[in-house]
């Protein structure tokens, strides 16, 4: 009897197992009239837009800290999630965000990620179609994924008396957000933060938040980059707290004046202020190191509402940001109670420098910079758009060694971090507003004159104006203090409608210190900088040599698909020769492929059409464009780049008497700074070495030095003469002894002897007939065809041995850019 109670008993719990883990199956009303059909709603009950910044209680915590990482008044909700996947709206959970609703056959997924990478529907690659009929704003209903979040998070007692908001850094989808049970906000736009007030919302302890993420929405039309399609909350998700009286917003600019000597220092800052007990100051600190340069207090208005001070100072013979020396002041901004106590403290870097545009160069501190650039996606091969601290540091160190000094942000803006990491380490970013609407059409590629397409574009519609300001308006309000921007981008790929001209006028109302670029308006008003892509080389000398009204900086171009960018070297002779043209971005940096396995365990990197996309719209392997491979390994192209990119000139005056000229086209950097060595080889053996005493060459300046070379006594052999520049100590991310430049001449007019001429063709008989050539020996003929050169037949007596004659036949290998 009791045998049978514990089998019966064993046997209702596999069941119950069973029936525990057994996918729920949803259905919701159709989504009549939604929010993501609608161009004119992007947004429900979302904050405005400020600058990125991190709260802390003290001073010292503010300048220790560069995230929120270890403030008081921060919680991450990154970890594990509950999570539901629908293959369309109709399948979704609809009222999952109810606090009573039962989530226990729930799968669980990690935040933040792309639920595609994680085995949830299918990650498509294409480049310019849409994964959908276009139609905007519509969006196919069938076909339309939902991912459904939620969990559970504390909050502090501490916060008790504080406005605690939700921020979400990026979240790739139409996103709705509910907290304990309450609708709290809706966003579209995956590449700018949307945060939200949830303080009526919440209660001390426990909570609950719910989000609800669409694949695809009327947002979609204007985010159609050359990139994997993936979905979810792929960026950092937290909350935090802050006083009544707060650290609202504010405006950096370190301007340079006087030649490009003196700093000006101006500080627009918010705080929002309430009539109640609390902060009383404002105080501002700038710092050259640990060395306080300024100080200074106002008192605050202690009326409800936003309260706006001014604060300047001028600083004379300031260390100036560039990057190649990129030095940066500590800027700490406090808020100070009646007895002196802090309440709120934060700080950011900030960089003397000067961005403008001056008889049609772009110049940086006075100086006509050259851009040595790349474009940069954001892709891991392990995690898809989720990119680590760790990841941009590889990425940032791989460019600084091979003499990278700018990254356009194709085609939308990075996270925080990347930012922060371009201050430090000297960078000049492109930031770019998250609009591309390739697949209804772009300028430059036929667009411009077609009138029907233009009727239904995005671009040129009003109803979806609003939208492309938004987008433009967050990209600036949250970056506009980083100091390695020093252009904003429109967007790419996207037409040119009125809607990119009121963003254009938009940012230039409230930014003079950074130009505008937009690729789509070279023909029109509404940019800065030419910045065209894949422009020839003859069409870039024409543009130089026609009465340029801009500067030409290639927003793409050296296209580094498969074995590329071999004619990097062409493209830089023109541009070193004109003033006009400055540089350029390379199309790109890193391939796009996602680690995976076949079935039988070897791995490889999957491009469009792997993972279950074969049978959808996919451009294959065109995702596989950079010049490093998904681990960031090196392509044989990257080498070229480097070559061609470095900084440092060497020019052979007289190689034999070792006479070369060395010249130094850094804009801010003596060589100085580097060791110079020389290596002399003959028939390929190392035959002398030589270290070259320091040398002192100013930018845009040259020397011609004499190296100690023996003499060349061998008339048959090959001499070379290599020339290295290494860094003499670690600077940024380059180590030291690093190879930053070289350069190598031929010192010998080699050539080989010619061949002798052989006495074992004596007794050939050789004639002629019609276009015949036939040559007999002693038991053979051989005939040659006289106007291909090709040998038609072999004749031993028995006839020819031949069943066609041999031809030459010349090919190579295609290549992807072929």
Same mark, same amino acid.
């Given at each position: 009897?009791?045998?049978?109670?514990?089998?019966?008993?064993?046997?209702?719990?596999?069941?119950?197992?069973?029936?525990?883990?057994?996918?729920?199956?949803?259905?919701?009303?159709?989504?009549?009239?939604?929010?993501?059909?609608?161009?004119?709603?992007?947004?429900?009950?979302?904050?405005?837009?400020?600058?990125?910044?991190?709260?802390?209680?003290?001073?010292?915590?503010?300048?220790?800290?560069?995230?929120?990482?270890?403030?008081?008044?921060?919680?991450?909700?990154?970890?594990?999630?509950?999570?539901?996947?629908?293959?369309?709206?109709?399948?979704?959970?609809?009222?999952?965000?109810?606090?009573?609703?039962?989530?226990?056959?729930?799968?669980?997924?990690?935040?933040?990620?792309?639920?595609?990478?994680?085995?949830?529907?299918?990650?498509?690659?294409?480049?310019?179609?849409?994964?959908?009929?276009?139609?905007?704003?519509?969006?196919?209903?069938?076909?339309?994924?939902?991912?459904?979040?939620?969990?559970?998070?504390?909050?502090?007692?501490?916060?008790?008396?504080? !406005?605690?908001?939700?921020?979400?850094?990026?979240?790739?989808?139409?996103?709705?957000?509910?907290?304990?049970?309450?609708?709290?906000?809706?966003?579209?736009?995956?590449?700018?933060?949307?945060?939200? /007030?949830?303080?009526?919302?919440? *209660?001390?302890?426990?909570?609950?938040?719910?989000?609800?993420?669409?694949?695809?929405?009327?947002?979609?039309?204007?985010?159609?980059?050359?990139?994997?399609?993936?979905?979810?909350?792929?960026? +950092?998700?937290?909350?935090?707290?802050?006083?009544? !009286?707060?650290?609202?917003?504010?405006?950096?600019? #370190?301007?340079?004046?006087?030649?490009?000597?003196?700093?000006?220092?101006?500080?627009?800052?918010?705080?929002?202020?309430?009539?109640?007990?609390?902060?009383?100051?404002?105080?501002?600190?700038?710092?050259?190191?640990?060395?306080?340069?300024?100080?200074?207090?106002?008192?605050?208005?202690?009326?409800?509402?936003?309260?706006?001070?001014?604060?300047?100072?001028?600083?004379?013979?300031?260390?100036?940001?560039?990057?190649?020396?990129?030095?940066?002041?500590?800027?700490?901004?406090?808020?100070?109670?009646?007895?002196?106590?802090?309440?709120?403290?934060?700080?950011?870097?900030?960089?003397?420098?000067?961005?403008?545009?001056?008889?049609?160069?772009?110049?940086?501190?006075? *100086?006509?910079?050259?851009?040595?650039?790349?474009?940069?996606?954001?892709? +891991?091969?392990?995690?898809?758009?989720?990119?680590?601290?760790?990841?941009?540091?590889?990425?940032?160190?791989?460019?600084?060694?091979?003499?990278?000094?700018?990254?356009?942000?194709?085609?939308?803006?990075?996270?925080?971090?990347?930012?922060?990491?371009?201050?430090?380490?000297?960078?000049?970013?492109?930031?770019?507003?998250?609009?591309?609407?390739?697949?209804?059409?772009?300028?430059?590629?036929?667009?411009?004159?077609?009138?029907?397409?233009?009727?239904?574009?995005?671009?040129?519609?009003?109803?979806?104006?609003?939208?492309?300001?938004?987008?433009?308006?967050?990209?600036?309000?949250?970056?506009?203090?980083?100091?390695?921007?020093? !252009?904003?981008?429109?967007?790419?790929?996207?037409?040119?409608?009125?809607?990119?001209?009121?963003?254009?006028?938009?940012?230039? #109302?409230?930014?003079?210190?950074?130009?505008?670029?937009?690729?789509?308006?070279?023909?029109?008003?509404?940019?800065?900088?030419?910045?065209?892509?894949?422009?020839?080389?003859?069409?870039?000398?024409?543009?130089?040599?026609?009465?340029?009204?801009?500067?030409?900086?290639?927003?793409?171009?050296?296209?580094?698909?498969?074995?590329?960018?071999?004619?990097?070297?062409?493209?830089?002779?023109?541009?070193?020769?004109?003033?006009?043209?400055?540089?350029?971005?390379?199309?790109?940096?890193? +391939?796009?492929?996602?680690?995976?396995?076949?079935?039988?365990?070897?791995?490889?990197?999957?491009?469009?059409?792997?993972?279950?996309?074969?049978?959808?719209?996919? %451009?294959?392997?065109?995702?596989?464009?950079?010049?490093?491979?998904?681990?960031?390994?090196?392509?044989?192209?990257?080498?070229?780049?480097?070559?061609?990119?470095?900084?440092?000139?060497?020019?052979?005056?007289?190689?034999?008497?070792?006479?070369?000229?060395?010249?130094?086209?850094?804009?801010?950097?003596?060589?100085?700074?580097?060791?110079?060595?020389?290596?002399?080889? *003959?028939?390929?053996?190392?035959?002398?070495?030589?270290?070259?005493?320091?040398?002192?060459? #100013?930018?845009?300046?040259?020397?011609?030095?004499?190296?100690?070379?023996?003499?060349?006594?061998?008339?048959?052999?090959?001499?070379?003469?290599?020339?290295?520049?290494?860094?003499? !100590?670690?600077?940024?991310?380059?180590?030291?002894?690093?190879?930053?430049?070289?350069?190598?001449?031929?010192?010998?007019?080699?050539?080989?002897?010619?061949?002798?001429?052989?006495?074992?063709? /004596?007794?050939?008989?050789?004639?002629?007939?019609?276009?015949?050539?036939?040559?007999?020996?002693?038991?053979?003929?051989?005939?040659?065809?006289?106007?291909?050169?090709?040998?038609?037949?072999? %004749?031993?007596?028995?006839?020819?041995?031949?069943?066609?004659?041999?031809?030459?036949?010349?090919?190579?290998?295609?290549?992807?850019?072929?």
């Amino acid at each position: 009897m009791y045998r049978s109670i514990i089998l019966l008993t064993i046997a209702m719990l596999l069941i119950s197992c069973e029936m525990q883990v057994e996918k729920p199956v949803y259905t919701a009303e159709k989504w009549e009239n939604p929010e993501w059909e609608n161009p004119e709603i992007f947004e429900i009950n979302r904050e405005e837009p400020t600058a990125s910044f991190y709260r802390y209680g003290n001073e010292t915590d503010a300048l220790d800290n560069e995230s929120w990482e270890n403030s008081p008044f921060y919680e991450s909700l990154n970890g594990v999630w509950h999570f539901y996947y629908a293959e369309n709206p109709q399948k979704r959970p609809a009222d999952f965000y109810k606090n009573d609703f039962d989530l226990t056959a729930w799968d669980t997924l990690k935040v933040p990620s792309n639920w595609e990478i994680e085995g949830y529907g299918i990650p498509f690659y294409t480049n310019v179609t849409y994964m959908f009929p276009p139609n905007p704003p519509y969006i196919p209903h069938e076909d339309n994924p939902v991912g459904s979040y939620k969990r559970e998070f504390d909050i502090p007692e501490i916060w008790n008396d504080k !406005t605690v908001y939700l921020h979400f850094e990026g979240v790739s989808g139409a996103m709705y957000i509910w907290i304990n049970g309450e609708m709290a906000g809706y966003n579209e736009g995956s590449k700018t933060p949307a945060e939200y /007030d949830i303080s009526k919302y919440i *209660k001390p302890g426990k909570n609950s938040i719910a989000v609800q993420v669409l694949r695809w929405s009327d947002a979609s039309y204007l985010e159609d980059q050359d990139f994997w399609r993936l979905s979810g909350i792929d960026r +950092d998700v937290y909350v935090y707290a802050t006083n009544k !009286t707060t650290i609202k917003d504010f405006r950096v600019i #370190a301007d340079l004046e006087n030649d490009y000597k003196d700093g000006l220092f101006n500080l627009q800052l918010e705080v929002n202020t309430v009539s109640e007990n609390g902060p009383t100051t404002a105080e501002v600190k700038l710092l050259d190191g640990n060395k306080e340069i300024y100080v200074h207090s106002k008192k605050l208005d202690k009326t409800d509402g936003i309260f706006q001070l001014m604060f300047e100072e001028k600083f004379p013979n300031v260390k100036t940001w560039n990057a190649e020396t990129p030095n940066l002041h500590t800027l700490l901004i406090s808020l100070k109670n009646e007895d002196a106590s802090i309440s709120e403290a934060t700080s950011v870097k900030v960089g003397f420098r000067k961005v403008e545009i001056k008889n049609n160069q772009f110049l940086i501190n006075g *100086k006509a910079v050259l851009l040595k650039g790349a474009n940069l996606h954001d892709h +891991d091969d392990q995690t898809g758009h989720v990119v680590t601290e760790e990841l941009t540091l590889k990425d940032l160190t791989v460019m600084k060694q091979n003499n990278l000094n700018a990254i356009r942000c194709s085609h939308y803006p990075k996270n925080p971090h990347f930012y922060r990491m371009c201050d430090k380490f000297g960078f000049y970013v492109i930031d770019e507003a998250n609009i591309e609407i390739h697949g209804m059409g772009a300028t430059n590629q036929g667009l411009d004159n077609n009138l029907e397409a233009i009727k239904v574009h995005p671009a040129y519609l009003p109803q979806w104006k609003a939208m492309h300001l938004d987008r433009t308006i967050r990209m600036f309000e949250r970056d506009k203090n980083y100091t390695s921007i020093i !252009t904003w981008s429109l967007g790419n790929e996207a037409g040119n409608g009125d809607n990119f001209v009121a963003t254009y006028n938009w940012l230039k #109302a409230h930014d003079a210190t950074r130009p505008v670029q937009y690729e789509g308006a070279t023909q029109y008003e509404n940019t800065d900088i030419q910045a065209p892509m894949y422009m020839r080389i003859p069409d870039m000398i024409k543009y130089a040599e026609n009465d340029p009204k801009r500067p030409l900086i290639q927003c793409e171009y050296a296209h580094a698909m498969g074995n590329s960018v071999g004619n990097l070297q062409e493209y830089w002779d023109v541009i070193e020769k004109y003033d006009v043209l400055q540089g350029g971005f390379i199309w790109d940096w890193v +391939d796009q492929g996602i680690a995976t396995k076949t079935e039988d365990g070897r791995e490889y990197w999957a491009y469009g059409g792997d993972l279950g996309g074969m049978d959808y719209q996919n %451009d294959e392997n065109f995702c596989l464009n950079g010049v490093v491979n998904p681990d960031r390994s090196a392509h044989p192209s990257l080498y070229e780049v480097k070559k061609v990119y470095q900084n440092i000139k060497f020019e052979s005056k007289n190689g034999r008497n070792g006479e070369v000229e060395i010249k130094n086209i850094y804009d801010f950097t003596n060589l100085n700074k580097f060791d110079f060595s020389w290596k002399l080889s *003959k028939d390929g053996e190392e035959m002398a070495y030589g270290e070259i005493p320091a040398l002192d060459i #100013a930018p845009y300046e040259s020397k011609t030095i004499k190296l100690d070379l023996p003499e060349l006594k061998d008339a048959k052999a090959e001499y070379y003469l290599n020339i290295y520049a290494k860094t003499k !100590t670690k600077n940024n991310l380059v180590p030291k002894d690093h190879l930053i430049a070289y350069e190598q001449f031929q010192l010998s007019d080699y050539t080989p002897e010619s061949f002798s001429k052989s006495d074992s063709g /004596d007794g050939l008989e050789i004639n002629t007939n019609d276009n015949m050539v036939i040559i007999k020996g002693e038991g053979f003929e051989v005939k040659f065809d006289a106007d291909k050169g090709s040998l038609t037949s072999i %004749d031993y007596g028995n006839g020819n041995l031949l069943l066609k004659g041999i031809e030459a036949n010349f090919w190579r290998a295609t290549i992807d850019n072929d």
